[in-house]
């Protein structure tokens, strides 16, 4: 296999993330300004439990799968690599089944224990059929990702996200009429239509796959590889897909669980602080329903920067490459600060323009969720440092310190949460301070042990000091820009002017504090054009600098 870096995948994966979060923004902005905080939150009631379901299904194994896929593949073994996929395709399928039965026939249970949010039932059943589905997808993409190619992931990523939007919106739209829980389960349904969509798309990209480029030759080629050990049993190739799936899937679920403990504490802690049942709705829609999918959409990067990080991990930790290893650390830890820096201050700079523009018929409901906006902003520095560093971890094979880390930030988040929502003045507040302590203390964490167990010495002028300062130009120019602007044009178009001026001072000032090397930017696709723009602004600035 080629010797090269995790960006190129990154890139592929970003880009089908971004439009995959636009697709999104289609779906969640119409669907909140049509059923408003109200309706939201029964949507919003069954996603915890969704995602915790999911995350049981999706976030080891695919990253298992992945891991033994590349170990094999570092050794040519490509009979060895089909194998894992073959046996993990069963296994995963088993696992989807399982868990689609035990979120659709537990729906009644576990919504009559959600205080005043029990008509969540139907969107917990509507959205069931998803994890099937998502869960036997999930060998396809882990195979794909182990052999490092992200296209696969890209295109079912767009694919899932289209039908839903077109999906969910519409059984919302029809539904609506018999009140907003029948409306939000409509809206969850389109998960499923999506995964359903994706599935059907996966098993031709596949069949194209095995037919293309001599891939069952190698294979066939391969089937007694010696330098990977030979062909492994089912019952061996599961326990090792367990051993590695396991660790994995306790610690991204412990932020689900956290999230879903998050609900009854959030309610019960602001009925006891005199909120009616229905303020406690419309406050836990603005948190969860309206500021926090805001957070979600910078992930988008970090996540892809994780899953293309792995395979190349993997493959220079196999082959004792250190320098590689170690070079690869220290630009995933670079990269993450690089590009969340300025999503996490542009959020909080625009908190309330970004709510406004987002949610216009939902005036009241996104002023209220600003400031809990403006405080979960922070958090997406340090979950981008908690997933970064996570797929590091599980490359080099500890994944049981990603666990132990978020366990111990998820623990700082009950208290807090809990402390704080129950406080009149702070509300949901309380609960967005909770998150946020959660990642900085897991974030810490992850980047310690990263640094220790790969030797990686982090240069944190360039990785954190350059970037900051270019930050801070930034904020000051999206301030400016939006405050000037708004004036005379308006919320709408004076937010977004500002985020695009801000995005472009934020380019410009990277380069001129060169918190970006050449080197770096010829890693990229079309790398020789950006190496001539960055030189030709650091000639630039250093005329004037003469001047």
């Given amino acids: ?85 073959k046996v993990s395709f069963v296994v995963m399928g088993l696992l989807g089944l399982v868990l ?61 996200q289209l039908f839903r939007v077109i999906t969910g919106l519409m059984l ?50 391969t089937s007694c590889c010696a330098a990977a050990g030979g062909t492994q049993t089912f019952g061996q190739i599961t326990r090792t897909l ?29 009925a006891a602080s005199g909120w009616d049942s229905e303020a406690v709705r419309v406050l836990y829609g603005q948190l969860n ?13 970090t996540q892809s920067i994780a899953i293309s990080l792995v395979p190349t991990i993997v493959i220079a930790f196999k082959k004792k490459d250190t320098e590689f290893l170690q070079y690869n650390v220290s630009l995933s830890i670079r990269t993450a600060l690089i590009l969340s820096l300025p999503c996490a201050a542009g959020i909080m700079v625009l908190a309330k323009p970004i709510m406004l523009l987002l949610y216009p018929l939902q005036r009241s409901d996104a002023i209220g969720a600003a400031p809990a906006l403006f405080i979960l902003a922070v958090g997406i520095i340090f979950l981008s440092l908690i997933q970064t560093l996570t797929g590091v971890l599980q490359g080099i094979g500890r994944q049981m310190i990603p666990v132990r880390n978020i366990a111990i930030g998820a623990a700082c988040k009950v208290v807090l949460t809990f402390v704080l929502t129950g406080i009149p003045s702070i509300n949901i507040m309380g609960a967005a301070f909770g998150t946020v302590a ?28 350059r970037p900051l300062l270019a930050v801070l130009v930034m904020s000051a120019v999206v301030f400016s820009a939006y405050h000037l602007l708004s004036l005379a044009f308006g919320n709408a178009i004076a937010a977004i002017a500002a985020i695009i001026l801000g995005a472009v001072s934020y380019v410009i000032f990277i380069f001129v504090f ?24 650091l000639t630039r600035t250093s005329k004037q600098g003469k001047m």
Avoid at 242 to 247: D, E, R
Avoid at 250 to 257: L, R, T
Avoid at 517 to 534: N, S
Wanted: proline content about 4%.
């Fill in 1 to 85: 296999m080629p010797k090269k870096t995790f960006i190129y995948g990154a890139l592929i994966l970003t880009i089908a993330g971004i439009v995959s979060k636009i697709l999104g923004a289609c779906f969640r902005i119409p669907l909140a300004n049509m059923i408003g905080a109200e309706g939201m939150s029964y949507y919003q009631a069954a996603y915890p439990i969704y995602i915790l379901f999911l995350t049981i299904s999706i976030a080891g194994f695919p990253v298992a799968v992945s891991r033994m896929v590349s170990e094999k593949i570092a050794f040519d073994d490509y009979h060895g690599a089909h194998r894992v996929f």
């Fill in 100 to 160: 689609f039965s035990l979120l659709f026939f537990s729906a009644d249970f576990i919504s009559t224990h959600i205080k005043d949010l029990d008509g969540s039932v139907y969107a917990m059943k509507a959205i069931a059929p998803a994890l099937f589905f998502v869960t036997i997808m999930s060998a396809f993409l882990g195979y794909f990702q182990g052999m490092r190619n992200m296209m696969p992931s890209a295109i079912i990523q767009v694919t899932e």
């Fill in 172 to 221: 919302a739209w029809y539904l609506l009429r018999q009140g907003k829980e029948y409306a939000a389960a409509g809206a969850t349904f389109g998960a499923s239509a999506g995964s359903i969509a994706g599935f059907l798309v996966i098993i031709i990209i596949y069949a194209i796959a095995m037919r293309k480029d001599g891939v069952k030759d190698r294979i066939s080629d």
């Fill in 242 to 270: 367990f051993a590695i799936a396991v660790p994995i899937t306790i610690g991204a679920a412990v932020m689900p669980i956290i999230n879903l403990i998050d609900l009854p504490i959030v309610t019960d802690r602001l």
């Fill in 289 to 301: 329903g309206l500021a926090q999918p805001v957070i979600n959409m910078p992930q988008i990067i």
């Fill in 438 to 465: 959660a990642y900085f203390v897991a974030g810490v964490l992850n980047v310690h042990a990263a640094q220790k167990y790969t030797g990686t010495i982090v240069d944190w002028s360039r990785t954190l000091l």
């Fill in 514 to 537: 060169r918190a970006i090397t050449a080197e770096e930017l010829a890693l990229f696709p079309k790398g020789e054009f950006l190496v001539k723009i960055y030189r030709k602004v």
